[in-house]
């Protein structure tokens, strides 16, 4: 069906919400051309998109649709789905409150009976959630750190951890069997909540979460009264749980940012809440300064990613990387575990594909295997299961993307754990004289400087589109041969399983994926990939030298250089 008839239906369609109809009308050619091309994407996890009228936007039509396809799915595949139930958080984002109890509706009217939030709730809370009471499935409506005009939905399995390709696939078949969402069942939320299909959680949920989180502490006796924080959840949903956290655990002089502690979906402070973005720091740092904070703390608006600013060797607030952040928890936790006792013989580490290799080599060096998957937590979610049973131990999982895990009872990325543990690493070399930044660089000292770099390339809409598929195609057939005067001695290409070294290929055991990975013959590496969430290419660099000046420099060479054919490509 063209974009224009799919316009017209939906315009013609008398059920349609007033608000929408009316969006439908103001539209221009080329909003109507963007919102009908074609159906939003269902991922193997979930979709997210712009906010609006349309097949490619985010509505209620379109979230009752992927209800019915995770419906279907729970009802022909999971067992005791309907008595076992789907756990339902959302966050602070515009419509997230309307979309979640949309889907509770849709699930409870297909006899499967939902428990949902009774207000904003982390993305990690939810995992936990699932675990907690058994439920056959769970979901999120959150479109995590993106921009306030889009939201999204994702679908978690059974372990809590977010739905994986192949079960993925089995939801998605669902999702595109439906013909007109417009003909979908939904009962009234009075009716299933009186025949007990709704339900309501909360504090009971947040408590046992909370506690399982203070468990964590690997030194819950050590003096924290000195140690001054600040933190920012950026408008979203991790400020009540985190401070109530920080605060029975002693952090005395832990703050919270005012203008930003409240959950607010037009993230009026910030352009852009994502704590990967400095400027999201900004009241952040102007109460550090004020009050002469040690650390900086930011999560972005689900809870499932921490930055961090740590106090540099000037006085000024130095941002970590996430693979900084990976490696000082790595470092600090594997050390600290170490010296009680409490580091498993076979224990695990994992990271992802586009991941600085540091935290590898500080936990190889403590005896721990480390395993890479695909980007995504979801893949470090499946390890953890895979592992159980096993003789292996789950110790310590992360992305360069600010998302780690430290307890496995949630199966995704938890930034109120890490919010919890990374102020307690501040707080014991605190006692030493060290800052974070010092550890850092005693940490590079020992194991060599690695610097990494994330290049977004935007390109929105349709056009953009064909564009990120046009780069990965050229750079897939006409790989480069040099970068940064450096021969390229290995193509790994995640499309095909394919890993290319010299005359030898020898096969990738990870599933397939859009993404293409040059590691040149000094043990540099640049990857490619579309981004899952946003309309953007990915060019991810890593280097690593003994000397710090000349590692930054070969970044900038390989960027350099690899922009350049981006740019021919694109032109």
Known sequence: MSFELAYQKWLENEHLETALSRQLEEMTEAEKEDAFYKSLEFGTAGMRGLMGPGTNR???????????????????????????????????????LE????????????????????????????????????CAGGIVITASHNPPEYNGYKIYDESGCQTLPG???????????????????????????????????????????????????????????????????????????????????????????AEQAEPDGRFI???YPNPEDAAAFEYAIRLGEKMDADLLLATDPDADRMGVAAKGLNGQYVLLTGNQTGAVLTYYILSQRQAKGTLPEKGRLFDTIVSSELAAK?????????????????FIGEQ??????????????????????????????????????????????????????????????????????????????????????LLLSEFRQTPPQWVAGLKVVVIEDYQTSERIEGATTSTIDLPAADVLKYILEDGSWFVLRPSGTEPKAKIYISVVTDDQQQTAARVEHIKRDVLTKVDLILK
């Open 362 to 378: 500080i936990a190889r060096s403590y005896g721990l295997e480390t395993i890479s998957t695909l980007t995504g937590f979801k």
């Open 167 to 257: 079960e993925g696939d089995k939801v998605i078949a669902g999702v595109h069997a439906v013909d007109d969402v417009f003909a979908i069942e939904v009962k009234s939320e009075s009716v299933l909540r009186a025949d007990g299909l709704i339900v309501t959680i909360g504090s009971e949920i947040d408590d046992a979460y909370l506690a399982c989180v203070k468990g964590l502490e690997i030194n819950p006796d050590l003096d924290k009264s000195g140690l001054k924080i600040v933190f920012s959840p950026l408008h979203g949903t991790a400020g009540m749980l985190t401070t109530e956290l920080m605060r029975s655990c002693g952090y005395e002089g832990f703050q919270v940012v």
């Open 99 to 134: 979309f979640a109890l949309e889907s509770a509706k849709v699930l409870a009217t297909q006899g499967i009976k939902t428990y949902l939030f009774e207000g904003v709730r982390p993305t990690p809370e939810l995992s936990f959630a699932v675990r907690h009471l058994g």
């Open 58 to 96: 985010m509505n209620i039509y379109t979230i009752r649709k992927a209800n019915v396809g995770f419906a279907q799915y729970l009802l022909n595949h999971v067992e005791q789905a309907k008595s076992r139930g789907v756990a339902i958080a959302y966050d602070s984002r515009h419509f997230s």
């Open 384 to 469: 953890i299961r895979l592992m159980e049973g096993s003789a292996s131990t789950y110790v310590f999982g992360y992305e360069e993307s600010y998302g780690s895990l430290i307890g496995d009872f949630v199966r995704d990325k938890d930034a109120i754990q890490a919010v919890l543990i990374l102020s307690e690493a501040a707080a014991y070399y605190q006692a030493q004289g060290k800052t974070l930044c010092d550890v850092l660089d005693d940490i590079y000292c020992e194991f060599g400087y690695y610097e990494e770099d994330l290049v977004n390339i935007s390109l929105a809409g349709k056009e953009g589109s064909e564009k990120i598929q």
């Open 269 to 271: 402070t910030v352009d």
